[in-house]
């Protein structure tokens, strides 16, 4: 009965390569988030999507790519990884981006080690 | 730029005690203040949220008391138990992006048996 599902939960692997993570959500939600959260465990917002509509771009380097084939997946590419993208992403969803109170439902995250 | 400051980055509460964790925030326009806890290796999860409109919410043992003119806001957790222990983020957003939310710095929670 996963809510929001992430896979892998671990990725270990050399700079420079590119990898993906993957995120589905069984809730029925219409908005999805990737969060990256550091050693310091700050967490902070990457990208946004509504209804397959990308609605929040943070400043991310553009080696970040996500995408949402259809509204319950939403997907995370990163080309050409390095040292500094080693962090716990966190792939997150709600009923809808557009209500101010409605609660953000998080996976378990994904810890990406870049050696 | 910070624009949800929390305090303390760690606490360590004795069992029963009340754990208080501080947050201040600089945009006046934020109209939402959620509160969310993370056990390791999990991801966050809502604990517990406040409008601006009221100056204290309850949950249980869990109450936020808010000060809009200060621009603060905090969590008290009363009687802790050690099943409290986590890192606690509090947040902040507004309705011109509500799908933002700007989470502080997140204080690690330890409640000793």
């Known amino acids: 009965d996963t809510a929001v599902s992430q896979t892998p939960k671990y990725l270990v692997t050399q700079m420079g390569n590119d990898k993906s993570i993957k995120c589905e959500q069984n809730?029925?939600?219409?908005?999805m988030y990737w969060y990256k959260q550091d050693s310091k465990k700050f967490l902070k917002i990457m990208f946004s999507?509504?209804?397959?509509?990308?609605?929040i771009n943070e400043t991310v380097p553009n080696r970040f790519s996500p995408k949402s084939p259809d509204k319950a997946h939403l997907n995370l590419h990163i080309n050409s990884l390095e040292l500094g993208d080693s962090a716990v992403y966190f792939c997150a969803s709600s009923l809808s981006g557009r209500s101010l109170y409605n609660e953000q439902f998080f996976g378990p995250g994904t810890r990406l080690t870049v050696l | 730029q910070q624009q949800v400051k929390q305090s303390p980055q760690s606490l360590i509460v004795q069992k029963g005690g009340i754990s208080i964790i501080n947050c201040a925030y600089e945009?006046?326009?934020?109209?939402?203040f959620p509160w969310y806890q993370q056990f390791p290796g999990k991801g966050p999860a809502l604990l517990i949220a406040i409008r601006p409109d009221v100056s204290e919410k309850k949950e249980g043992r869990f109450t936020i008391s808010f000060n809009k003119s200060a621009k603060q806001f905090s969590l008290h957790i009363m009687d802790s138990q050690p099943g409290d222990s986590a890192t606690y983020f509090c947040a902040a957003s507004t309705l011109s992006s509500a799908s933002k939310i700007i989470f502080g710095s997140g204080t690690r929670l330890s409640i000793r048996p």
């Open positions: 945009n006046t326009a934020f109209d939402y």
């Open positions: 999507y509504n209804n397959k509509e990308l609605i």
């Open positions: 809730l029925g939600h219409d908005t």
